[in-house]
DNA sequence: CGCGCGATATATCGAACCGATATATCGTTG
DNA sequence: CAACGATATATCGGTTCGATATATCGCGCG
């Protein structure tokens, strides 16, 4: 998980569900993605310091003082880095605006970069927010790509196949292999998405 | 493939077989990998760069002089950017050092990181320059990898498979087959890699 | 009782990569 | 010979990663 503008959209989505703070947000996103993913403090942070300056999401103040704050004197005596107030358990709680609920459609209904792997992943976790035809959508959309994946693998094979050891085979071939399971599992998704209804025709290839 | 250190494996495995210039570095890169990585030009440029100042590569000057130049005057008429020399065609051809072999070799048989798809993926590529036992070395870690991987999918779903929706689910399932279709694979590396002989046990479990 | 240790919590730094873009040349083709 | 696509190198800004720093809280344990 690697390609740039991958945070904002599962950080919007949890914090649609409710408020959270960095820390806390991570674990769910542990447990959304299980082994997919593990999002790293230094892209999470700062991610959230730019959706909150795009005004997208805005830190609530805690939700109770509670213990009362007893030692508000100077109290700098280690040097804070840089930023102000940089002390210890500080639960800096994000919540999303009506502009970080419009965001996080826009990212999750565009088609254009939702063909690659990571990014598709991340959508379906969000899948349940879209309407059924903006979700057969984007299905469609993955699958062309995976079929021009398959297309590119099927042309390189049948260009390179006598120069190519047969480690570098094997893992062509394994690479076809996974992208025609990734195609049946596709495939699985649309017929689900549309209900058990019509579509008797017998095969799959439509490219 | 985003991961950090991952260019320096295929660009020295390829000048290792003949010198190149950057251009040619990528087709062959494409042509080997396939559909599963195109090198951006932002990172290949500069990773020769970072090779040729760690000494692993050296620019050969072009073949043949051929066409003699006959403008070596001034010619600063455009302003080059800030590297010496910015004009077209300049076929600047790398070969590796002793030290790249070095480097090379290095990185390939280091098994700390090479567990991850991306790292395993170009590895493979330039398994033929391993010997076996370092060739199942390097497949046996993979396979706990993998396999790792899977119980925490196999965690995952029984701790929180009541909490997540559908898709998610599905994105769970895929996952989890997806990884043990992964692990299958590995092990017929494995099984090629011992020869036919020997393990005539009939289950593949050992984690 | 206090001491360490692990979980909680935020933040930053440097390195690496990507996508887009700029620039220039060469070969082909109409 | 002009247009165009392939060749060829380079840089910029933005994003992510991994490592690391810092600090607090709660718990167990001697």
Known sequence: MKQPGMLELPVLGLLKERSMHGYELRKQLSTMLGPFWQVSWGSLYPTLRRLAKEGAVETAPPPKPFKSKAKTTARSHKAQP???????RRKTVYQITPKGEELFTSILEETAAAVDAEHFTLK???F???????RLLLLER?????QDKLAQFKANM???KERIDS???SLQNHGMA???SDIEWIDELIRNERGVEVTTRPETSQA
């Open 128 to 134: 349940r927010y879209l309407r059924p035809e903006t």
């Open 142 to 146: 993955r699958r062309a790509y995976l």
């Open 167 to 169: 480690y570098t085979l």
């Open 82 to 88: 840089a930023a102000p107030m940089t002390s210890g």
């Open 178 to 180: 996974s992208t025609q």
């Open 158 to 160: 049948r260009d390179y």
């Open 124 to 126: 379906l976790a969000f």
